[in-house]
Nanobody, 122 residues
Framework: QVQLVESGGGLVQAGGSLRLSCLVS?????????MGWYRQAPGKQRELVAT???????NYADSVKGRFTISRDNAKNTVYLQMNSLKPEDTAVYVC???????????????WGQGTQVTVSS
């Protein structure tokens, strides 16, 4: 069974910073391809925040470019999201995602964490 456990959320004032972490664990995992962060605000659909491939290629939503940085530690199966210059509109539940395979060439699997709340006050 694959588990993703997020940490680092909380309450912060506008302009502040938070760092999210997501640890991926599971005996079935051979390798993790892409890892990423998504968020869902009340009454809105889940949206992509940032993704990172196993080789380190990153992709960001336009709304967070220049403020958020995604990184990963492959040895620790952990992905991070450094969030700076936070705005009230960044308030959401942030959910971690990992795309992984059991063996080389097998179909990719996708797993999600439970989410961590980020609240930015004005």
């Amino acid at each position: 069974q694959v588990q993703l456990v997020e940490s680092g959320g909380g309450l912060v004032q506008a302009g502040g910073s938070l760092r999210l972490s997501c640890l991926v664990s599971g005996r079935s995992i051979f390798s993790i391809n892409a890892m990423g962060w998504y968020r869902q605000a009340p009454g809105k659909q889940r949206e992509l925040v940032a993704t990172i491939t196993s080789s380190g290629r990153t992709n960001y939503a336009d709304s967070v470019k220049g403020r958020f940085t995604i990184s990963r530690d492959n040895a620790k199966n952990t992905v991070y999201l450094q969030m700076n210059s936070l705005k009230p509109e960044d308030t959401a539940v942030y959910v971690c995602n990992a795309v992984w395979v059991v063996v080389v060439g097998s179909p990719a699997m996708s797993s999600w964490g439970q989410g961590t709340q980020v609240t930015v006050s004005s």
